[in-house]
């Protein structure tokens, strides 16, 4: 009986540090998703982005920080768009929180993905929106949605991060387009660390005055088919 308080405790004390670390991260990202926002009003201010860039350092140095408790964090059962504004394409299985059983009509094919717990995704990269959205078993996170089109209405679910990645999943890159057309794209939350490290520079250069496009969906980056429907799970 000792034990098993023991062990009870331990998982509570783990539950907890995941639980800060994941909203000490939601504090980064919203700092700069902030400053991003800041530099682009004032696109020749450098101050402003050189502060945007010290608060992608502190994200950075934040998320390297935990690394490993990232391998037991989960999704929440849906397959978006890579591009800004993030569109729905498949709802594998919502939970929304106080519910028991995942559902498929929360959220539909086409609602755009415009802020994760209250921070707007038009300034953040693909890897940085799928950062926020994954997170320790059984926590949950508000996705806010729009459906029907730049005009319509705003949805905001609680979903419950349940969704466990397959190793299909985990691939670098599948190149199966499967049945809808669509590219999966590595979900590990490891190699989403790596990637956000390599998007750091891209993401300060983009707010350039030349290059003021993130309000608008990006290009297909070279060699990509336009045809595809490049997607990720999360």
């Known amino acids: 009986e000792e034990e098993q308080r023991e062990r009870m405790r331990l998982m509570a004390l783990r ?3 995941e639980r800060k670390a994941r909203e000490e991260e939601d504090r980064l990202l919203r700092e700069v998703a902030a400053a991003r926002e800041a530099a682009a009003r004032q696109e020749r201010d ?6 945007a860039a010290e608060a992608e350092q502190r ?3 934040g998320q390297m920080a935990t690394r490993q408790r990232r391998e037991r964090w989960k999704g929440v059962g849906m397959r978006i768009e890579e591009e ?3 569109s729905v394409m498949q709802v594998q299985g919502i939970l929304a929180e106080g519910e028991s059983a995942p559902r498929t009509d929360l959220i539909i094919e086409g609602d755009r993905l415009m802020a994760v717990n ?6 953040l990269s693909l890897d ?3 950062s926020l959205v994954q997170g320790p078993p059984g926590t949950c996170v508000g996705l806010t949605f729009r459906r029907g089109g730049s ?3 705003s949805i905001t679910v609680r979903a419950r991060r349940h969704f466990a990645l397959e190793d299909e999943d985990l691939a670098s890159l599948n190149r199966d387009a499967g049945q809808d057309g669509g590219i999966a794209i590595d979900l590990n939350p490891l190699n989403i660390l790596d990637a956000i490290g390599k998007g750091i520079q891209e993401g300060i250069a983009g707010m350039a005055p030349q ?3 993130q309000q608008q969906p990006q290009q297909h980056a070279a060699g990509r088919d336009p045809n595809f429907r490049y997607e990720v799970r999360m």
């Open 15 to 17: 539950a907890e540090e």
């Open 46 to 51: 450098e101050k402003l982005r050189r502060e």
């Open 59 to 61: 994200m950075r140095q």
């Open 84 to 86: 800004y504004p993030y």
């Open 118 to 123: 209250e921070i707007p995704t038009v300034r």
């Open 128 to 130: 940085e929106v799928k």
């Open 151 to 153: 005009q319509g209405a």
């Open 211 to 213: 290059q003021q496009q």
